[in-house]
């Protein structure tokens, strides 16, 4: 998979996908993630990528030409499955979503900032429009970063049989069963006997039932 996101704060980006499970994938080449800084496509002699907005009002709009000069020098070199929008407007994200995302060859991820961008970006070029729940960031970078570890982590082949994505919670709309590491005992406070046992069936089933109850207690939604 190819993912291109567009911001115009790219050291935002630096570090989400420098370690761990994200590094990895991209090393064993499941994954190029390139970062584009929109600044460097203003035409503008400031280098400005943002204006007022037109009708009045607090805020700054991010420019319609840098980035819709980004987006087709993208698309004039491949063809992208979405062009994502990040904004707290959006669909609120769940893993069926990033499941879907997930079998996508290229994505583009466009991050907002101050008000937003011009509108006609929205209504000319982008396919879906992903928000990360129901708050507002300062800007769509960190909102993506979420976005890319949750659909690149899905990838086949970046999770080994440990980390396997399909023991996740919401996979089967179930939250995860509560897990334990030694020691057995601490402070008097035990791991359940089941877990000792060694009786993989009965384990099994413990931990289907935890699973169920600990979604009935606190995502009773989920079992809709
Ligand atoms: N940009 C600002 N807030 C956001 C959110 N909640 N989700 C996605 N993008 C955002």
């Not at 499970?21 to 584009?36: C, P, S």
């Not at 698309?75 to 499955?81: A, L």
């Not at 069926?96 to 006609?120: A, F, P, Q, W």
Request: some cysteine.
């Amino acid at each position: 998979m190819r993912i291109d996101i567009l911001t115009v704060l790219p050291q935002l980006l630096e570090s989400p996908f420098s370690a761990s499970i994200m590094q990895r994938a991209q090393d064993k080449g499941h994954v190029e993630i390139h970062v584009h800084n929109i600044r460097d496509y203003s035409t503008d002699k400031h280098k400005n990528v943002d204006d007022y907005q037109y009708g009045g009002g607090a805020g700054m709009v991010l420019s319609i030409e840098p980035i819709a000069a980004v987006i087709e020098k993208l698309i004039s070199e491949r063809s992208y499955d979405d062009i994502i929008y990040m904004t707290p407007d959006g669909k609120v994200l769940e893993q069926s979503d990033c499941n879907t995302l997930s079998l996508s060859k290229n994505l583009m991820i466009l991050c907002g900032h101050y008000k937003g961008v011009d509108e006609r970006i929205r209504e000319h070029y982008i396919t879906k429009e992903i928000s990360i729940g129901s708050y507002v960031l300062s800007g769509g970078e960190l909102a993506a970063a979420v976005v890319v570890d949750a659909v690149v982590r899905l990838i086949p082949g970046v999770l080994n049989d440990e980390t396997s994505a399909l023991t996740d919670s919401f996979q089967d709309n179930l939250l995860s069963p509560p897990v334990y590491t030694r020691p057995p005992e601490f402070k008097g406070w035990k791991v359940p006997e089941i877990l000792l046992s060694g009786n993989l069936p009965a384990i099994e089933k413990w931990r289907e039932e935890q699973a169920l109850q600990r979604t009935q207690d606190r995502r009773p939604d989920l079992l809709d």
